[in-house]
C-alpha cells in the first residue's frame, strides 16, 4: 500500500508558474508509472502526464510544452511544473498509481490550482 499527498496548489494569474508536489509514503522507484490527473467541475478526470519508473515522461496535448513532470526518488516524491498558465487549467490536480498487477488505484486527495487574475 501507499499513500500520495499532493500540495502547491494556490491561485495563480495567467501566465503565472506554479509547482506541485505528490508526496509517497514509501519508495516510489518499484511504480511502474505515475501520473498527474485533473478535474474541473461538472467536467471527468482528465491525465495530464506520466512519468515511469525509468523517468521517461508523455504529457496531454493540452499541456505540452508547458508543464514539466520530474521526480525525486531519495524524496519520494513526483513534481509537476506547471509554467504560462491559462485558466483552462483551472482545475483540481490528483496524483495516481497503480498497486502491483494493476489489482488497486491509489489517489490522493487533490490539490486545486486556481488561474484567474
Not at 51 to 63: E, K, L, P, Q, W
Request: glycine share 10%; aromatic share 12%.
Amino acid at each position: 500500500q501507499v499513500q500520495l499527498v499532493e500540495s502547491g496548489g494556490g491561485l495563480v494569474q495567467p501566465g503565472g508558474s506554479l509547482r506541485l508536489s505528490c508526496a509517497a509514503s514509501r519508495s516510489i522507484v518499484s511504480f511502474g508509472a505515475i501520473n498527474w490527473y485533473r478535474q474541473a467541475p461538472g467536467k471527468q478526470r482528465d491525465l495530464v502526464a506520466t512519468i515511469t519508473s525509468d523517468g521517461s515522461t508523455n504529457y496531454a496535448d493540452s499541456v505540452k510544452g508547458r508543464f514539466t513532470i520530474s521526480k525525486d526518488n531519495a524524496k519520494n516524491t513526483v513534481y509537476l511544473q506547471m509554467n504560462s498558465l491559462k485558466p483552462e487549467d483551472t482545475a483540481v490536480y490528483y496524483c495516481n498509481t497503480k498497486s502491483r498487477y494493476g489489482f488497486f488505484d491509489y489517489w490522493g486527495q487533490g490539490t486545486q490550482v486556481t488561474v484567474s487574475s
